[in-house]
């Protein structure tokens, strides 16, 4: 929400008072388009807001839905837009609950949709990938960074990586390690069952890549939401297929955002976009205090010698955004 008062507009923290999960922006001649994790227990579509100032948003209502997927999915996450030629790619995730998802493609004339599927399965020999983010470099070529389940390594669980995207609808098959567990933070359960297994799991998922300070820089979440260790941490890079490394103090927590207990539970799974003034902002999902409902949230992001730090997560009215913002 936002209002207007002696010292310019200011918004508060929900931007949206709706469930929407896993936010991306994008910007378009028209304004901007958001899209996320829609509500719901038994299915899961995906959802857009439209804004023409990033702080006010209308519902645009789902462009994505189970019954537009073929096979037996049930909950669709995550989805981020490119432009890709002529058209608007979606890239999603589609599996049953919180069981078997894939990387799936969807296209559109328009980028609030509806897009309709292109029969794609990006990521056929995983068995989990969800939270796809597609990244276009400098010189033209598309990345595709995603997280996946990983049994090697000291601290198994969920983690991030990167391939190349060698059309809208295929990746070259050879993904790299962006982000895996080195730290008790990122640890989402104890004692979890999976494959057959009983294992200590962590958790780094949710990347969003941007290009600053000469270096490529991967934010991504991590730890257990229900935790007061959980939040936004980034790592960098000198291309974007690595190898990518951990600032100074990356060890002893999220060092972009995160939980303040009794006050905003749960930040991540954040998107970046750039105002006119050239401020960068993070977007991002917290949960309400009952811890019944995602929202979309919006702070200032600055940048240290360390890295992005967000300013917030801020709960009282803030400076608004310069108006027309830009992705990037």
């Given amino acids: ?37 829609g509500p719901g227990e038994g299915a899961q579509s995906l959802v857009a807001l439209a804004s023409a100032d990033l702080v006010r948003w209308e519902p645009l209502g789902d462009v994505l839905a189970p019954d537009d997927v073929p096979g037996e999915a049930t909950h669709l996450w995550a989805p981020e837009i490119a432009r890709m030629g002529g058209e608007y790619v979606l890239y999603y995730s589609a599996g049953v609950e919180d069981r078997g998802h894939a990387l799936r493609v969807a296209t559109s004339t328009s980028p609030s949709g509806p897009y309709r599927d292109a029969g794609v399965v990006l990521t056929p020999d995983e068995p989990f990938a969800i939270d796809a983010h597609p990244f276009r470099d400098d010189d033209g070529q598309w990345y595709l960074f995603y997280a996946v389940d990983r049994l090697e390594g000291e601290r198994v669980g969920t983690a991030v990586v990167v391939d190349r995207l060698v059309g809208p609808g295929r990746l070259a098959g050879d993904p790299r ?15 979890r069952p999976m494959y057959g297994a009983v294992h200590d799991w962590h958790t780094c998922e949710g990347p969003f890549v941007v290009r600053r300070q000469g270096r490529y820089w991967c934010l991504y979440s991590g730890g257990n939401w229900e935790e007061a260790g959980y939040g936004v941490s980034a ?7 690595g190898p990518w490394h951990e600032p100074d103090g990356a060890a002893a927590g999220p060092t972009v955002v995160r939980t303040v207990p009794g006050v905003v539970h749960g930040p991540g799974h954040a998107s970046v976009v750039t105002d006119d003034a050239g401020a960068d ?7 309400d205090a009952a811890g019944t409902a995602r929202r979309m949230c919006l702070d200032r992001l600055t940048w240290t010698a360390d890295g992005p730090v967000c300013q917030g997560p801020t709960t009282t009215p803030q400076p608004a955004p310069a108006a027309g913002a830009r992705t990037g």
């Fill in 281 to 287: 902002w993070l977007v991002y999902h917290a949960w």
């Fill in 1 to 37: 929400m936002t209002s207007e008062g002696a010292r310019g507009r200011t918004y508060t923290n929900p931007v949206w008072p709706g469930y929407l999960a896993d936010p991306f922006v994008l910007a378009t001649p028209g304004g901007y388009v958001a899209v996320g994790t």
């Fill in 177 to 191: 390690p962006v982000v895996s567990a080195t730290a008790d933070w990122q640890l989402f359960l104890a004692d």
């Fill in 235 to 241: 790592v960098w890079a000198q291309t974007p297929m």
